[in-house]
């Protein structure tokens, strides 16, 4: 599966849309981009994924750029409950159970 | 709330015992993969178990092993404990024919 590139950290303030970026310039076809998160000490939690067409559900947006090598994934209204470690993993339908996880980035929502 | 429940959610053994970490997934999650998660690091996979039989592996030794059962629980159990397993442990579970994994909290496993 190809690797990921998020920065180590990010500030948002409260009420602020937050953008979180992601390079995957390696990624292949059929490898979807997903985005977990994980608040302090608990499980990852499923946000969205996509495979080349932006997704949008209750959570976030996902845009992937056309090319497919980085996507955004877009906090339209950021809370201090949104505060977690963001992480974008690439995987492909033949490793279905296998996620990646890098370090991901640090997002803090500030008051 | 993702429907996956894991058991006990904190446990202290010594080094070199045996630990059997379990977890419960929805009806129909035929699906399991378990990960470790060192403390400020991302969760590394171990395995993963479809239909009862291991069909994926991590870079993990064999002394960490799994069960999965029909009735959507599965096991993993880690012998001969080294201080380096101190670990969130986390397992996660997929329905047939879905694309997102659904996690546990986790059980934060020590080892002193």
């Known amino acids: 599966d190809a690797k990921t590139t998020q920065p180590p950290s990010m500030d948002c303030a409260e009420g602020r849309a937050a953008n979180l970026p992601c390079n995957h310039s390696?990624?292949?076809?059929?490898?979807?981009v997903y985005w977990y998160r994980q608040i302090h000490s608990q499980g990852p939690q499923y946000i969205i994924h996509?495979?080349?067409n932006n997704e949008t559900n209750e959570m976030a947006s996902l845009i992937i750029t056309e090319d497919r090598k980085s996507s955004t994934l877009i906090l339209p209204h950021a809370t201090l409950r949104d505060t977690a470690v963001y992480y974008c993993?690439?995987?492909?339908?033949?490793?279905?159970?296998?996620?990646?996880f890098g370090a991901g980035t640090q997002v803090v929502v500030t008051p | 709330e993702t429907g996956v429940t894991q058991s006990p959610t904190h446990l202290i053994k010594t080094r070199g015992q045996q630990v059997t970490l379990r977890c419960s997934s929805q009806?129909?999650?035929?699906?399991v993969s378990w990960y470790q998660q060192a403390l400020g690091q991302g969760p590394q996979f171990i395995f993963q178990?479809?239909?009862?039989?291991?069909?994926g592996r991590g870079n993990f030794p064999p002394r960490f092993s799994g069960l999965q059962f029909p009735n959507y629980s599965s096991e993993l159990n880690v012998n001969a404990l080294e201080l380096d397993d101190s670990a969130l442990y986390l397992c996660?579970?997929?329905?047939?024919?879905?694309?997102?994994?659904?996690f546990g909290q986790g059980t934060r496993l020590t080892v002193v």
């Open positions: 996660a579970s997929r329905r047939t024919g879905g694309t997102e994994a659904f």
């Open positions: 390696t990624i292949s076809g059929n490898e979807y």
């Open positions: 996509g495979l080349k």
């Open positions: 993993i690439v995987r492909g339908t033949d490793s279905w159970g296998k996620f990646q």
């Open positions: 009806s129909g999650h035929n699906t």
């Open positions: 178990y479809y239909r009862e039989e291991e069909n």
